[in-house]
T-cell receptor, first 114, second 114 residues
Framework: ELKVEQNPLFLSMQEGKNYTIYCNYSTTSDRLYWYRQDPGKSLESLFV?????AVKQEGRLMASLDTKARLSTLHITAAVHDLSATYFC??????????????FGGGTRLMVKP | ETGVTQSPTHLIKTRGQQVTLRCSSQSGHNTVSWYQQALGQGPQFIFQ???????GRGNFPPRFSGLQFPNYSSELNVNALELDDSALYLC?????????????FGEGSRLTVL
């Protein structure tokens, strides 16, 4: 059974600081996704990582995937308050011609303080 | 291009009742998946529909059932509601996984069971 673990579960950081969120998963997969969720809202797709060594960057966020280590990281550079949200990684343990079936981590609740 | 839409947005039911949630997929997407997100947790995969058939199922009992219609819209039905069914139910649509397999989520239906 695929298990996905994120850490930390909660992160409080000052504006301008850097930090990394980690996502570990238990079985082989080369499809990993990062989502953002604001309180009471749905999931917004941030990054799609589809191969070993994949690196994607958007603004102050950068995501990477190491399929051999079964590890993805989401790095935050010079955090700003607008990044405050809960971040989820999700791994496609199964997929077929129809599409992915994702297993989500427990989420990292990020709070950026002025 | 319209996104994924879900209805109703909020509803309250009592234990033992039945509920139907509805989802219209994003234009051109023929795969629909349903996820349950309990408060403070990551979404959990319920099932996926492709070409009007259930194509994959997570660890949910048979009282969770669904349908997909020829226009790719979908319903999630839950019978004999239990208190633990209180959650945000998210519908996601996608193109066949030959592309990125990325899921696009709706705003969700928040179910409260009393």
């Amino acid at each position: 059974e695929l298990k996905v673990e994120q850490n930390p579960l909660f992160l409080s950081m000052q504006e301008g600081k850097n930090y990394t969120i980690y996502c570990n998963y238990s079985t082989t997969s080369d499809r990993l996704y990062w989502y953002r969720q604001d309180p009471g809202k749905s999931l917004e797709s941030l990054f799609v990582l589809l191969s070993n060594g994949a690196v994607k960057q958007e603004g102050r966020l950068m995501a990477s995937l190491d399929t051999k280590a079964r590890l993805s990281t989401l790095h935050i550079t010079a955090a700003v308050h607008d990044l405050s949200a809960t971040y989820f990684c999700a791994v496609a343990g199964k997929y077929n011609n129809a599409g992915n079936m994702l297993t989500f981590g427990g989420g990292t609740r990020l709070m950026v303080k002025p | 291009e319209t996104g994924v839409t879900q209805s109703p947005t909020h509803l309250i039911k009592t234990r033992g009742q039945q509920v139907t949630l509805r989802c219209s997929s994003q234009s051109g997407h023929n795969t629909v998946s349903w996820y349950q997100q309990a408060l403070g947790q990551g979404p959990q995969f319920i099932f996926q529909y492709y070409r009007e058939e259930e194509n994959g199922r997570g660890n949910f009992p048979p009282r969770f059932s669904g349908l997909q219609f020829p226009n790719y819209s979908s319903e999630l039905n839950v019978n004999a509601l239990e208190l633990d069914d209180s959650a945000l139910y998210l519908c996601a649509s996608s193109l066949p996984s030959g592309i990125t397999g990325e899921l696009f989520f709706g705003e969700g239906s928040r179910l409260t069971v009393l």
